[in-house]
């Protein structure tokens, strides 16, 4: 189990899938009342259907405090947390479900059954607990996905594998279930398989992030770090909060397995308009363009200087900004050596920076710590594109 804590993007998809219940042919029935804690329930069950863990916790957050007696957001909290590796998270919302008022259906209670034996030891197999699951609702994705999860987490893929062909005989939704069955024939060393499972994923949902982002894992996998870098990247451009760290990853091992030739520094003498900024700090996103601040600025390259000009709004408030100085660039590194700055407390500093340079659109992001990585709890990017 250990194993996927130290790999949590992925472990996140393994959650998700796990936890699905919305859309089902044949549903496994709920206590829930409310019929607006109903509603989002079923829309955090369509985020997971999609992996995206942070919008359906958000939404399965605000239908317990609708319902607090709501025993399948509870328990499909607990649960994200047991396999994220936040006991105390998992004690919270595994207590939650276990003390809900409501009248449990024979599916929930036996989940509740489930939750009572991690409640003793978190380790406990609960195997029998699933199979009685399947047997009892045969067309209902939850059973399934229940005993998936823990096949994939106790390395059984070969079972895991045909879990997923099982789902895929009756499911509405069979994209994830192709999905998982990727990372299965992995586990598997199956890779023939795993890429013509991920392959139907991005055929069945082409427009959302999750199918490129799980190609890019499977790249990984076969240490093809360049295709990696590209799937991570399209995802990351179709939605600005995915893959963008795994991008990043893939694309300095991809510069550790170049060649001296390969690596040389791309020229970037010319103009350049920023399209995109943004600044973390602590992890929570302190101003961006396009977002809370408006503004443009243009920046020139020469073989040994840049300049950069330009105004923003911030707040309401218009700012000028201008830096010009020197710049040194091998590979990716990048740094500047500040000469004048509308700052002037910056004006002889340097700053560290990784750069990338992909066809006409140029990404710098800062600082770099002292193994020359990105802190992504805590840093500045700019996105420019060349201009004629």
């Not at 069945?204 to 360049?226: E, F, I, W």
């Not at 602590?282 to 390259?301: H, L």
């Amino acid at each position: 189990m250990k194993k996927y804590y130290k790999s949590l993007p992925i472990l996140l998809t393994f959650v998700s899938l796990c936890l699905l219940g919305f859309a089902q042919l044949q549903p496994m029935p709920m206590s829930g009342k409310s019929p607006q804690a109903l509603e989002m329930w079923q829309q955090a069950s369509a985020s997971l259907d999609n992996a995206d863990i942070a919008r359906a916790t958000e939404l399965m957050k605000k239908a317990i405090a609708t319902d607090p007696d709501f025993f399948m957001p509870n328990y499909q909290l607990a649960m994200i947390y047991k396999y994220t590796n936040q006991p105390d998270e998992f004690a919270t919302y595994l207590k939650k479900a276990i003390d809900s008022k409501a009248e449990l259906t024979e599916g929930e209670q036996l989940l509740k059954d489930a939750l009572l034996r991690m409640q003793e030891n978190p380790e406990a197999p609960v195997y029998d607990i699933a199979d009685q699951l399947i047997a009892r609702f045969p067309k209902a994705k939850i059973p399934y996905y229940f005993k998936l999860i823990h096949c994939m987490m106790d390395d059984k893929y070969e079972e895991a594998a045909s879990l997923c062909d099982q789902i895929l005989t009756f499911t509405d939704t069979p994209g994830s279930a192709w999905n998982m069955k990727g990372y299965a024939c992995l586990g598997l060393n199956d890779y023939d398989a795993a890429r013509d499972a991920f392959d139907k994923y991005i055929e069945l949902v082409p427009d959302h992030p999750n199918p490129y982002d799980s190609k890019g894992d499977y790249y990984m996998h076969r240490n093809q770090y360049a295709n990696a870098y590209h799937s991570y990247m399209k995802a990351y451009q179709m939605d600005n909060n995915w893959s963008y760290k795994k991008a990043m990853k893939a694309q300095k091992r991809a510069d550790w397995a170049k060649g001296p030739a390969e690596l040389a520094t791309p020229d970037l003498k010319g103009a350049w308009l920023l399209v995109k900024i943004k600044r973390v700090t602590a992890g929570d996103v302190e101003f961006e363009i396009p977002g809370n601040v408006t503004g443009s600025q243009v920046k020139i390259w020469s073989d040994e200087y840049f300049s950069a000009t330009g105004k923003f709004e911030i707040n309401g408030k218009e700012l000028d900004n201008y830096s010009c100085g020197s710049y040194e660039f091998e590979g990716n590194h990048y740094q500047e050596t500040i000469i004048y700055h509308v700052s002037p407390e910056i004006v002889g500093s340097q700053v560290n920076m990784i750069m990338e340079l992909k066809g006409d659109t140029l990404t710098q992001t800062w600082p770099t710590t002292e193994k020359e990585d990105i802190d992504w709890d805590n840093y500045d990017q700019e996105i420019y594109v060349k201009l004629d």
